[in-house]
T-cell receptor
Framework: AQTVTQSQPEMSVQEAETVTLSCTYDTSESDYYLFWYKQPPSRQMILVIRQEAYKQQNATENRFSVNFQKAAKSFSLKISDSQLGDAAMYFCAYTPRNTGTASKLTFGTGTRL | DTGVSQNPRHKITKRGQNVTFRCDPISEHNRLYWYRQTLGQGPEFLTYFQNEAQLEKSRLLSDRFSAERPKGSFSTLEIQRTEQGDSAMYLC??????????????FGPGTRLTVT
């Protein structure tokens, strides 16, 4: 079974600084997707960034970037130039790449920033 | 189209009562998912629809839970004979069928259920 582990229950960062959130996962699949979702207080979950496992290049979305280490099964999120609006619960999630079938997500327990 | 919507946003019920939640996905999305999120945890997969067909159910979905998606549009999740352990946030998500984007799930605001 696939598992996703976020070992940092809570992190803090000053405005304009950079913070890195950690995520590790376990899977026997070779092809999959990894995600970071943001869940602000009392608001809906938003997709922040997505990484395809077969792509070696790390994904970036504006101030958000990932460090994807496939061999180590590590997928960290870096937030640069942090803003007050970045305060939220961040979830790391995994799904195997099964074309034509369900892409159900397996989530970690979250990191509160 | 403003995204995935869920109703009601909050539901308080007494143990033993039945409750039903509704999810309206993004209109062009063929796939619809239900997740449950308890306090301090990440969401856990419950069930999945492709159009009107329910293709997968988690072991978390006991016999008291039933989900439908008539006509492949909105979906309902019913919980019969609610128990205190059913208290959680119930999240709905949808995704397009396009191969390049099938993995991108867009979440609704959730329905928070409290069973007293």
């Amino acid at each position: 079974a696939q598992t996703v582990t976020q070992s940092q229950p809570e992190m803090s960062v000053q405005e304009a600084e950079t913070v890195t959130l950690s995520c590790t996962y376990d899977t026997s699949e070779s092809d999959y997707y990894l995600f970071w979702y943001k869940q602000p207080p009392s608001r809906q979950m938003i997709l922040v960034i997505r990484q395809e496992a077969y792509k070696q290049q790390n994904a970036t979305e504006n101030r958000f970037s990932v460090n994807f280490q496939k061999a180590a099964k590590s997928f960290s999120l870096k937030i640069s130039d942090s803003q007050l609006g970045d305060a939220a619960m961040y979830f790391c999630a995994y799904t195997p790449r099964n074309t034509g079938t369900a892409s159900k997500l397996t989530f970690g327990t979250g990191t509160r920033l | 189209d403003t995204g995935v919507s869920q109703n009601p946003r909050h539901k308080i019920t007494k143990r033993g009562q039945n409750v039903t939640f509704r999810c309206d996905p993004i209109s062009e999305h063929n796939r619809l998912y239900w997740y449950r999120q308890t306090l301090g945890q990440g969401p856990e997969f419950l069930t999945y629809f492709q159009n009107e067909a329910q293709l997968e159910k988690s072991r978390l979905l006991s016999d008291r839970f039933s989900a439908e998606r008539p006509k492949g549009s909105f979906s309902t999740l019913e919980i019969q004979r609610t128990e205190q352990g059913d208290s959680a946030m119930y999240l709905c998500a949808s995704s397009p069928l396009a191969v390049s984007r099938e993995d991108e799930q867009y979440f609704g605001p959730g329905t928070r259920l409290t069973v007293t």
